[in-house]
């Protein structure tokens, strides 16, 4: 499917900001962690911390790569905006599906994540 580069340049951006904001959580996530982490002991807990440790580092190199992907088309865009300035909203470039379907996996593991962390939380307060 092919679209104009200035949605494509409008889709860059709205992952960029979501990414960003996905980042900076997974630095609030891991700060509650350390916080669970430091008040408990118990096995069990010290378990889940584990996992949730691991997760969020996968998560967050997921991320980073992602967000180089998407820094990436962007750079492609613009070159092409400049290169063909009179055909910025003609429908000429490819979408690239497989950013947007791991922009969708990703959106949809963070916030499957962040559920299971807080209700993690919720039952060790």
């Known amino acids: 499917m ?15 900001r979501e990414l960003s904001f996905f980042k900076d959580e997974l630095k609030i996530f891991k700060n509650r962690l350390d916080e669970v982490a430091s008040k408990n002991t118990h096995k069990d807990v010290l378990i889940q911390v584990e996992h949730f440790e691991n997760k ?24 092409q ?9 003609v429908k000429m ?10 922009m969708e996996y ?4 963070f916030y499957e994540t962040k559920h299971e962390f807080y209700h993690f939380l919720a039952k060790t307060f």
Request: hydrophobic content about 40%.
């Open 2 to 16: 092919k679209d104009s580069l200035s949605h494509l340049h409008l889709l860059c951006e709205d992952w960029h």
């Open 56 to 79: 969020l580092k996968i998560m967050s190199n997921n991320i980073d790569e992602l967000l180089h992907d998407v820094q990436l088309k962007a750079g492609v865009v613009s070159q």
């Open 81 to 89: 905006s400049v290169a063909q300035p009179k055909y910025i909203h």
């Open 93 to 102: 470039m490819e979408v690239d599906v497989n950013i947007q379907d791991l």
């Open 106 to 109: 990703t959106s949809k593991d």
